[in-house]
């Protein structure tokens, strides 16, 4: 749909989700929870539908979508598995790790999807609602974050209709996702190298040790052959529209505070200082910021370690 009706609002029950299912099978644009963020799916065997995700989002052609299955199973019609994509995919779905693996070519996906790509981006998410979707079709679901491009990722329904509202045909409201950050991107390569083109929820190195995969590991991305790699992760990214100021210890001016623990602000993303609470707050938090009369955000430092590598990241590409 092209901007003239209002969006729809669906409780995520069982009948929400059927209509939900419904509209998807007829090629259109269903925003719904995941425990990362909000996707904006669509069938991503369908050409037009995947169109319309684009044209909707705003986004540049050229940056592939992330194809949401249930599980490896259905991933292998899609995507070379190797023993060790197999052995990720069976251990950590359903959960926030994007695999990045060679596209089986003439799997049925349309080729927007990929972008062009030889590889192709698969994720088993955990969230219920999502789940319980791609249970009801036949078909995989093409889903970015529910956001115009370059924009802040939404973590609730409201924030979906703050940016699309009008633009897509429903959202599924399924309340704040629990995790808060999209998912972590791992590319498994052809000789077993593992590299991770965007941090998220899943630690790469914890997973690395967990399996037993330093050897065959090859140091983390983020040069620039992970920039050709993931398009998408353009240095200016997740912008809430105004200057943005990091490791701040107190607002200068008029700037909208962001707090972390002992440094307190207009809101806290953990006055405790715990990562996991403050990767959950921290689009809250940038779309509060982004709102409100301050024209200038300034968010206080957080530390590097686990998931606040991936909340670095992100307020890193905010604030470029
Ligand atoms: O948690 C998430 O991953 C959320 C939920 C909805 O699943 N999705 C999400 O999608 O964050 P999006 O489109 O906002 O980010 C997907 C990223 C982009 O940076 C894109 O360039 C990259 O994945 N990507 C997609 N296909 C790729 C491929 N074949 N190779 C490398 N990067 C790829
Ligand atoms: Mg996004």
Redo the contacts with the bound molecule.
């Keep these: 749909m092209s901007g003239k009706n209002a969006t729809e609002v669906l409780l995520a029950d069982a009948q929400g989700i059927a209509r939900a299912a419904t509209i998807l099978e007829r090629g259109g644009l269903v925003a719904v929870p ?1 425990e ?4 904006l799916a669509a069938r991503a065997d369908s050409a037009e539908a995947v169109a319309k995700i684009y044209g909707a989002k705003g986004r540049p052609e050229f ?4 194809v ?1 299955v249930r599980d490896a199973e259905q991933a292998a019609r899609y995507a070379e598995l190797s023993a060790l994509a197999r052995l990720l995919a069976e251990k950590e779905w359903p959960g ?1 790790l ?1 695999l ?1 693996l060679p596209r089986k070519a003439g799997a049925g996906l349309a080729e927007a999807v ?1 972008a062009g ?1 030889p ?3 698969l ?1 088993a ?1 955990a969230h219920p609602v999502m789940r319980a979707l791609l249970e009801k079709v036949d078909f995989p679901l093409a ?4 956001n115009r491009s370059g924009y802040i ?1 939404p973590t609730t329904a409201q924030h979906v209709l703050a940016s699309l509202d009008g633009r897509i045909d429903c959202v599924l409201d399924g309340g704040a996702c629990e995790k808060g950050l ?2 972590t ?1 791992l ?1 498994v390569r052809h000789d077993g190298a593992l590299e991770e ?2 941090p ?1 929820p899943v630690d790469v190195a914890a997973l690395k040790l967990r399996y037993g995969l330093q050897r065959s590991a090859l140091a983390k991305g983020g040069g620039g052959e992970a920039h050709i ?5 353009l240095v200016r990214h997740y912008t809430p529209g105004k200057p943005l100021r990091l490791n701040a210890t107190s607002p200068k001016g008029e700037e909208f505070m962001i707090g972390f623990g002992e440094v307190i602000g207009d809101c806290s993303l953990s006055v405790s200082g715990d990562l996991n609470e403050a990767a959950s707050r921290l689009y809250d938090c940038l779309h509060q910021a982004a709102v409100s009369g301050q024209p200038r955000i300034a968010v206080a430092p957080i530390p590097d370690e686990g998931i606040g590598n991936a909340i670095n990241d992100r307020l890193r590409r905010a604030a470029a």
């Design positions: 995941t990362t963020v909000y996707g940056n592939p979508l992330i949401h926030p994007t990045v990929t790509l590889t192709v981006a994720r998410p889903a970015p974050s529910a990722s999209e998912s991107i590319a083109l965007r998220g790699e993931a398009p998408g992760q």
